[in-house]
C-alpha cells in the first residue's frame, strides 16, 4: 500500500513539475533559477561546427552575448571531458605573449599529441597584431590536433587584419542583438515561440507576444536590456553602450573626432529607412565626404548599421543608386534620438516598425538577397525578398493598413507580375508567415 501511495505522490510531482515548466510565469518561477541555462539560437550551429577542422569565427556587436556564448561551449566541451582551453586577449599579459610569436600559444595550452584534439577558445581575437598569420600557423600545423573558436567584436579588423591566408580554413558566424524569438525564449516564454510568425496563434498567445512585441520595438535585443525588467534601467544600459561604442569606435579604427562620429549616428538614426545622401550628411555635420563615408563603413563594421541596396533588372544601375539606411538594433537606434515613448505615440512609428521587419527579415536570409526597389516618380516598395529557391515577394510597410492601396503601386506591379505584392501593418508584423 505504501508503494501505490509513494508511485502515486511521484506522478503528481512529475505532473506538477511539467506544468511549471510549460508555465513559469504563473508560479513566478525563473528557469535559469533552477539551473536551466538559456543559449542563443545560433548556438547550436557553432556547436555542430565543433567537429569540423575549420576555425569557428563569431563576429558580432559588444555585449551581444559572444563571451558568454564561448563560456557556455567551454563549459559544454569540459561535461563532455574534451580538453580546453579559453583566454580573452583584453588580458595584456596573453596578448602581448602571443604576440610577440604565435609559438608560444603552446606555452599556455596543453601540447596535443596525434591522437588528441585541443579546443582553444580565444576571446576578442581582433586585438592580437596579426590575427591572420597566428590561426593560420596552428590551423597548418596543428590541423587534426587544435581546433579554434574565437570571437570578434569589430569586422573592419576582420577585413584589415584578416587576409586571405584564411581562405577556405574558418567559417564566420554572425551573432546578432536577440530577435524577437529569442527574447521570448529568454523570458521563458517558449511557448510562444513557435506561433511567432505562423498566423496560427491562438487569441491568449497573440496578446501575450504582443506585449512582447511592443517593447521590443522600442529597447530592442540586447541581451542585458532584455533581462532588466526597469524601463528606466533599459534606458541607462542602452545608453551606457551606445557612449561606450562610439569611443571605443573611434579609439580602434582611429577616428579623429569620436564626438561627431555620435553625432553621425544620431543624424542617422532620425533618418531610419530614408536614402543615404552623403552630401545632406557633409552639410549637416561639417566634415567631408571621404570622412563621412570613413565614420560611416566604422559603423557598418562594427554591426550598428546596415545598407539595403536598391533592386534593379539592371546590375550596374543598382551599384549607382543610394542605399537606405537601418539600425542593428532597435533600442540603440531609440537611444540615439532620445525617445523612448511606445509605438502608439510616435511620429516615427512608420520608420520603427519598417526597422524591425528589416531585422527580421535579416535574420532569416542573407542581406544580398534583400532589396528596395524606387523610380524616379518616388514610387517605392519597402523590401524585395529573394529566397534561397530563388522565388521573389515584395512587401510594403505600413504602421496602419489603411495606408495601402494596390492601385499605388500598378508602376510595380506591371514591370513585375510574378513578384507578388504584400502589405505588413502592425497588426500583421508578428502574424504574418516568413
Given at each position: 500500500?505504501?508503494?501505490?501511495?509513494?508511485?502515486?505522490?511521484?506522478?503528481?510531482?512529475?505532473?506538477?513539475?511539467?506544468?511549471?515548466?510549460?508555465?513559469?510565469?504563473?508560479?513566478?518561477?525563473?528557469?535559469?533559477?533552477?539551473?536551466?541555462?538559456?543559449?542563443?539560437?545560433?548556438?547550436?550551429?557553432?556547436?555542430?561546427?565543433?567537429?569540423?577542422?575549420?576555425?569557428?569565427?563569431?563576429?558580432?556587436?559588444?555585449?551581444?552575448?559572444?563571451?558568454?556564448?564561448?563560456?557556455?561551449?567551454?563549459?559544454?566541451?569540459?561535461?563532455?571531458?574534451?580538453?580546453?582551453?579559453?583566454?580573452?586577449?583584453?588580458?595584456?599579459?596573453?596578448?602581448?605573449?602571443?604576440?610577440?610569436?604565435?609559438?608560444?600559444?603552446?606555452?599556455?595550452?596543453?601540447?596535443?599529441?596525434?591522437?588528441?584534439?585541443v579546443y582553444v577558445l580565444i576571446d576578442e581575437i581582433q586585438y592580437l597584431k596579426d590575427p591572420s598569420n597566428f590561426l593560420k600557423y596552428h590551423y597548418d600545423t596543428y590541423l587534426d590536433q587544435i581546433k579554434f573558436?574565437?570571437?570578434?567584436?569589430?569586422?573592419?579588423?576582420?577585413?584589415?587584419?584578416?587576409?586571405?591566408?584564411?581562405?577556405?580554413?574558418?567559417?564566420?558566424?554572425?551573432?546578432?542583438?536577440?530577435?524577437?524569438?529569442?527574447?521570448?525564449?529568454?523570458?521563458?516564454?517558449?511557448?510562444?515561440?513557435?506561433?511567432?510568425?505562423?498566423?496560427?496563434?491562438?487569441?491568449?498567445?497573440?496578446?501575450?507576444?504582443?506585449?512582447?512585441?511592443?517593447?521590443?520595438?522600442?529597447?530592442?535585443?540586447?541581451?542585458?536590456?532584455?533581462?532588466?525588467?526597469?524601463?528606466?534601467?533599459?534606458?541607462?544600459?542602452?545608453?551606457?553602450?551606445?557612449?561606450?561604442?562610439?569611443?571605443?569606435?573611434?579609439?580602434?579604427?582611429?577616428?579623429?573626432?569620436?564626438?561627431?562620429?555620435?553625432?553621425?549616428?544620431?543624424?542617422?538614426?532620425?533618418?531610419?529607412?530614408?536614402?543615404?545622401?552623403?552630401?545632406?550628411?557633409?552639410?549637416?555635420?561639417?566634415?567631408?565626404?571621404?570622412?563621412?563615408?570613413?565614420?560611416?563603413?566604422?559603423?557598418?563594421?562594427?554591426?550598428?548599421?546596415?545598407?539595403?541596396?536598391?533592386?534593379?533588372?539592371?546590375?550596374?544601375?543598382?551599384?549607382?543608386?543610394?542605399?537606405?539606411?537601418?539600425?542593428?538594433?532597435?533600442?540603440?537606434?531609440?537611444?540615439?534620438?532620445?525617445?523612448?515613448?511606445?509605438?502608439?505615440?510616435?511620429?516615427?512609428?512608420?520608420?520603427?516598425?519598417?526597422?524591425?521587419?528589416?531585422?527580421?527579415?535579416?535574420?532569416?536570409?542573407?542581406?544580398?538577397?534583400?532589396?528596395?526597389?524606387?523610380?524616379?516618380?518616388?514610387?517605392?516598395?519597402?523590401?524585395?525578398?529573394?529566397?534561397?529557391?530563388?522565388?521573389?515577394?515584395?512587401?510594403?510597410?505600413?504602421?496602419?493598413?489603411?495606408?495601402?492601396?494596390?492601385?499605388?503601386?500598378?508602376?510595380?506591379?506591371?514591370?513585375?507580375?510574378?513578384?507578388?505584392?504584400?502589405?505588413?501593418?502592425?497588426?500583421?508584423?508578428?502574424?504574418?508567415?516568413?
Open positions: 500500500m505504501e508503494s501505490v501511495i509513494l508511485e502515486f505522490d511521484y506522478y503528481i510531482y512529475l505532473y506538477i513539475w511539467s506544468f511549471v515548466l510549460l508555465y513559469p510565469n504563473i508560479f513566478g518561477v525563473c528557469l535559469k533559477d533552477k539551473g536551466v541555462i538559456v543559449k542563443r539560437f545560433l548556438y547550436k550551429d557553432i556547436r555542430e561546427h565543433l567537429s569540423a577542422k575549420q576555425i569557428s569565427l563569431i563576429i558580432g556587436a559588444r555585449q551581444v552575448g559572444k563571451t558568454t556564448l564561448l563560456k557556455q561551449l567551454e563549459s559544454e566541451l569540459n561535461e563532455g571531458n574534451k580538453i580546453v582551453h579559453y583566454f580573452s586577449l583584453e588580458d595584456k599579459e596573453i596578448l602581448d605573449l602571443l604576440d610577440k610569436n604565435a609559438k608560444n600559444l603552446l606555452q599556455l595550452i596543453y601540447k596535443p599529441n596525434k591522437t588528441e584534439r573558436i574565437v570571437t570578434g567584436s569589430s569586422s573592419f579588423y576582420i577585413d584589415k587584419k584578416f587576409k586571405d591566408s584564411l581562405a577556405g580554413r574558418k567559417r564566420i558566424f554572425e551573432l546578432p542583438t536577440l530577435s524577437l524569438k529569442e527574447v521570448l525564449h529568454f523570458k521563458g516564454e517558449d511557448k510562444l515561440v513557435s506561433f511567432l510568425n505562423s498566423n496560427t496563434a491562438p487569441l491568449l498567445y497573440t496578446n501575450k507576444i504582443k506585449e512582447y512585441f511592443y517593447e521590443y520595438l522600442i529597447y530592442g535585443g540586447y541581451p542585458e536590456v532584455v533581462l532588466n525588467d526597469s524601463k528606466n534601467e533599459k534606458k541607462l544600459i542602452l545608453k551606457e553602450i551606445r557612449d561606450s561604442y562610439a569611443k571605443k569606435d573611434a579609439v580602434e579604427s582611429k577616428l579623429l573626432h569620436h564626438n561627431l562620429y555620435l553625432h553621425l549616428m544620431k543624424l542617422l538614426a532620425g533618418r531610419t529607412g530614408n536614402l543615404l545622401n552623403i552630401n545632406s550628411l557633409t552639410a549637416d555635420i561639417q566634415l567631408d565626404n571621404k570622412t563621412i563615408d570613413h565614420y560611416l563603413w566604422v559603423m557598418r563594421k562594427s554591426f550598428h548599421i546596415h545598407y539595403l541596396v536598391p533592386f534593379y533588372k539592371n546590375i550596374s544601375s543598382e551599384l549607382r543608386k543610394m542605399p537606405k539606411i537601418f539600425f542593428a538594433d532597435l533600442g540603440m537606434r531609440n537611444s540615439l534620438i532620445n525617445n523612448f515613448s511606445s509605438i502608439g505615440l510616435r511620429e516615427d512609428r512608420g520608420a520603427v516598425l519598417e526597422n524591425y521587419i528589416f531585422i527580421l527579415f535579416k535574420n532569416k536570409y542573407n542581406l544580398e538577397n534583400i532589396r528596395y526597389w524606387r523610380v524616379q516618380t518616388k514610387n517605392e516598395i519597402d523590401f524585395i525578398i529573394k529566397t534561397d529557391s530563388n522565388e521573389q515577394f515584395a512587401y510594403e510597410v505600413k504602421f496602419n493598413r489603411k495606408g495601402f492601396s494596390m492601385a499605388k503601386y500598378k508602376n510595380f506591379t506591371n514591370n513585375y507580375p510574378d513578384i507578388p505584392l504584400n502589405c505588413i501593418d502592425l497588426d500583421s508584423a508578428i502574424s504574418f508567415q516568413i
